[in-house]
C-alpha cells in the first residue's frame, strides 16, 4: 500500500509483495495462453515470469487495477499480430472508449506502435482454441457486475462479494478455484476472508486460492488461519491441472 509502514508493507516475506490481481492459464494441448485481466502492473509481471506470448485475453471489469496495463500488449501484438479480448457489454463499450486506438490500428506491417487487438463482447459460453470458457456473471457490490471465468476444472472470480445460485451451476466439480478475498475486514464490494472461506466451502473445489489480498493480511497468518484445501494465493504462484 502506497504510504504505509505496517508490518505487512515492511514485511521481508516476498510473499507479502503483491502485485494487482491477474492470472495466465496455459493449456497444453494446443498451447494455448490466455490472459485475465491486464493489471495496472502487467508490464511488471510479463517481465518477472518471462511470458512470451498470450494468446487471449479476458477481462473481468473495468476498474482501473484489472485494466490500466493494456497498453503495453502492444509487444506482443507487434510480434504476433492481432490478439482477441473479451468482455462483458459494458466494459466492452467502456474499454472502446478508453483504449479506442488499441482495437482501431491498421492491419499493417508496422502500425506505428499501437496495439491491435480485437473485442468481443461477451454474451454467453465460448471457445478459445477449443477450450469452453464458461463466465459467470457476480456481484461487485451493489452496483457492479463482474465476469468469473471457469475453463475446464478451473474458475477464477475475483472481485466479487457474493455467489448466485445461478453462478453455483457452473462452480460444481472444480479442482481449482480461485476467489476474492480482500481482508478480514468486511468490505462493501469484496468477500472478507471469513466470507470467502464460506462461499469455497459451499463451492467445494479440490483446492482454493484466495486472491486480491490487501495489506491487511500476512501471508503466513493468513495460510496458518485457512482449512487445509485453502490457501493465499501469491505473485508468481504456479498450479498444475489435470483435466
Given at each position: 500500500?502506497?504510504?504505509?509502514?505496517?508490518?505487512?508493507?515492511?514485511?521481508?516475506?516476498?510473499?507479502?509483495?503483491?502485485?494487482?490481481?491477474?492470472?495466465?492459464?496455459?493449456?497444453?494441448?494446443?498451447?494455448?495462453?490466455?490472459?485475465?485481466?491486464?493489471?495496472?502492473?502487467?508490464?511488471?509481471?510479463?517481465?518477472?515470469?518471462?511470458?512470451?506470448?498470450?494468446?487471449?485475453?479476458?477481462?473481468?471489469?473495468?476498474?482501473?487495477?484489472?485494466?490500466?496495463?493494456?497498453?503495453?500488449?502492444?509487444?506482443?501484438?507487434?510480434?504476433q499480430g492481432r490478439i482477441e479480448c473479451y468482455a462483458a457489454p459494458f466494459d466492452e463499450k467502456w474499454l472502446r472508449n478508453v483504449?479506442?486506438?488499441?482495437?482501431?490500428?491498421?492491419?499493417?506491417?508496422?502500425?506505428?506502435?499501437?496495439?491491435?487487438?480485437?473485442?468481443?463482447?461477451?454474451?454467453?459460453?465460448?471457445?478459445?482454441?477449443?477450450?469452453?470458457?464458461?463466465?459467470?456473471?457476480?456481484?461487485?457490490?451493489?452496483?457492479?457486475?463482474?465476469?468469473?471465468?471457469?475453463?475446464?476444472?478451473?474458475?477464477?472470480?475475483?472481485?466479487?462479494?457474493g455467489i448466485p445460485d445461478e453462478a453455483m451451476e457452473h462452480l460444481r466439480g472444480l479442482d481449482v478455484l480461485v476467489l476474492d478475498?480482500?481482508r478480514p475486514q468486511p468490505h462493501p464490494t469484496h468477500f472478507s476472508v471469513g466470507e470467502a472461506v464460506d462461499a469455497a466451502e459451499?463451492?467445494?473445489?479440490?483446492?482454493?486460492?484466495?486472491?486480491?489480498?490487501?495489506?491487511?493480511?500476512?501471508?503466513?497468518?493468513?495460510?496458518?488461519?485457512?482449512?487445509?484445501?485453502?490457501?493465499?494465493?501469491?505473485?508468481?504462484?504456479?498450479?498444475?491441472?489435470?483435466?
Amino acid at each position: 500500500m502506497v504510504g504505509c509502514d505496517c508490518d505487512v508493507c515492511t514485511s521481508a516475506d516476498p510473499k507479502n509483495k503483491r502485485t494487482r490481481a491477474s492470472v495466465l492459464i496455459r493449456l497444453a494441448e494446443p498451447d494455448t495462453r490466455i490472459l485475465i485481466d491486464t493489471s495496472i502492473d502487467f508490464r511488471e509481471q510479463m517481465l518477472r515470469h518471462r511470458i512470451g506470448r498470450i494468446d487471449a485475453i479476458l477481462f473481468t471489469h473495468h476498474h482501473a487495477d484489472h485494466v490500466f496495463g493494456l497498453d503495453d500488449v502492444r509487444t506482443f501484438s507487434d510480434r504476433q499480430g492481432r490478439i482477441e479480448c473479451y468482455a462483458a457489454p459494458f466494459d466492452e463499450k467502456w474499454l472502446r472508449n478508453v483504449f479506442g486506438y488499441a482495437f482501431d490500428a491498421p492491419d499493417i506491417p508496422d502500425p506505428g506502435g499501437l496495439p491491435r487487438l480485437n473485442l468481443n463482447v461477451v454474451r454467453g459460453t465460448f471457445d478459445i482454441d477449443g477450450a469452453r470458457v464458461i463466465p459467470i456473471e457476480l456481484p461487485h457490490g451493489p452496483r457492479v457486475s463482474v465476469l468469473g471465468y471457469r475453463i475446464g476444472p478451473v474458475a477464477y472470480l475475483t472481485d466479487c462479494n457474493g455467489i448466485p445460485d445461478e453462478a453455483m451451476e457452473h462452480l460444481r466439480g472444480l479442482d481449482v478455484l480461485v476467489l476474492d478475498a480482500l481482508r478480514p475486514q468486511p468490505h462493501p464490494t469484496h468477500f472478507s476472508v471469513g466470507e470467502a472461506v464460506d462461499a469455497a466451502e459451499r463451492i467445494n473445489a479440490r483446492r482454493t486460492f484466495f486472491t486480491h489480498i490487501s495489506h491487511r493480511s500476512d501471508h503466513e497468518a493468513l495460510a496458518a488461519s485457512l482449512p487445509e484445501n485453502i490457501q493465499p494465493a501469491y505473485d508468481g504462484l504456479v498450479v498444475k491441472v489435470t483435466a
